[in-house]
């Protein structure tokens, strides 16, 4: 027999029913399904953020979703955005505005859970593959929901000149971003998520773009995200969109269009999305000035719109959304970027060079000075037979430092100023093939051990798996990345991460045998302030 309590909450009390698979979102119903891997968890991929970017919506900024009058399968991927090189196939497409979305199966609508909001990397020229979230849930104790996006990259989402300006939009794949936020924050209740609880994260191209929303619009708050999380967060040369011309320019002479007699801006947004990506691919653009060809060249641009200035320069005077903040990087983040055939200084300034061509002759001076080749050349173990010229390793860090590890110390400085909590880390763990290899801990390393998606893990990293996910999950729960219960949320001693302070600079040092606390190494300091010196010469 009920008792009264139970009588009365069973009659008065209304009932929160879970999360159907089934979500009307009123433009459109979606059909999601349990995950196979956890069946805690339930997903819908493929829905649409935004119309789809074809036909006369090529090169312009991102529209609100169109009606579905019939109910929408939610059990696939949608299709990747196109980028170079490569052909457009099934699994890539030019309509490619989707994002997917993971939650815990016990969620409702009520129950505005924190959402981690993710951004894949790839340079914005391939699209970065969709990490599988069901782990990281899994860990969070079921606390959380995941979101991740493909955005437009390459040519239909960064490319720039005259034109565009004249007649579509520049920064697409930011603004393909900004979208899915504001997608997001109208709509990610349906899913059991808080809208006022979103950690925007992201890594490599991924991270630079968190960085290009703390800066969007003149650093517009529009409460889409409430934290940052930025893993080895790039930084690109950035142009103007009238200093891009050239892409415009080299892209209309491949197709023909320069010729067209409705003038090339039509030509291009009317072409064929083969005819076009096979331009795309005919050939890589070198960069204003340069003979070699950069890593990446498709990248974010001032166009007094979404980006108004450099991002150093707006940093230096406060104008970027404060919101707590974790932000680190890898011990060799330029490894696998780097030739193994720079054999001199004069080739490293050639590689660098190519990918930062602001840099002046007496810079590069500086530069070989504080990243000198003696420091470089000890204790590096190579495969037997590898071909790797000894001017590598200098090399890889002047790139690594250039694009990634000083612009992480640098905003880590930047947030502390402005009394934002900031957690800093520099992750170190490293697998016996890279060590072997000589990439040591590379770009992204990270990543594999946060998702642990990988079936099986060399021992180092399976080691580090407990302690990162407690470290990320604990940050998207509270904006700080130390568990509530540090000796019960896991089965390893998890070391206290304190606050990235600007007078002792330390950061938790993630590495094979070993996690803590610890300064940062005063060489990386002088590196890093001689790179904060020229970083608005060189455009970044």
Known sequence: MLSQKALFLLLFVPFVAAVNTLVDLGYAKYQGATASKDTNVNYWWGLRYAAPPVGPLRFQAPLKPVNQTTVQSAKSKGAVCLGYPGPSTADKSEDCLFLDIEAPKNATFTSKLPVYFYIQGGGFKQQGAAMSPVNLIAASNYSMVVVQLTYRIGPY???????????????????????????????????????????????????????????AYNATNENLFQAALIESGASSTIYT???????????????GCNQAAGGAFACL??????????????????????????????????????????P??????????????????DENEGTIFTPKTLASYNDTNAFVGDTFPF???DQFTRINTYWNYSDFN??????????????????????????????????????????QPVWMYLYNTTTSTDDMNGYGCQHTSELTTIWNNSATLDSNLKAQVPLMQAYWTSFVLRYDPNPTNPNTTTNVTIPKWTQYNSTIRSRMVLQTGSNGIAPIKQNVLDRCAYWKNISSSIRQ
Not at 166 to 174: C, K
Not at 243 to 248: D, K, L, M, V
Not at 274 to 302: D, E, F
């Open 269 to 310: 947004r009317d072409l064929n999305v083969t005819t076009l990506q096979n331009s795309t691919n005919s050939q890589p653009i070198a960069l204003p000035g340069r003979s070699g060809l950069p890593v990446y060249t498709y990248n974010p641009m001032i166009d007094k719109d979404f980006l108004v200035d450099y």
């Open 312 to 329: 150093t320069k707006m940093f230096d005077k406060g104008q970027y959304v404060r919101v707590p903040l974790l932000v680190g990087d």
């Open 378 to 419: 000890q204790n590096w173990t190579l495969s037997p037979g590898s071909s790797a010229k000894p001017y590598w390793r200098q090399a890889s860090t002047v790139y690594g430092d250039i694009r990634y590890t000083c612009p992480g110390i640098y905003l880590a400085e930047q947030f502390k100023n402005v009394s």
């Open 241 to 255: 969109v009238e200093e891009s011309q050239f892409e415009f320019d080299k892209l209309a002479n491949r197709t």
């Open 157 to 215: 989402g960064f490319l720039g000149g005259k034109e565009i300006l004249a007649n579509g939009s520049a920064n697409n794949g930011l603004k393909d971003q900004r979208r899915a936020l504001r997608w997001v924050k109208d709509y990610i209740s349906y899913f059991g998520g808080d809208p006022k609880h979103v950690v925007l994260g992201g890594a490599s191209a991924g991270g630079q773009s968190v960085k290009m929303q703390l800066l």
């Open 359 to 361: 840099i002046t002759p």
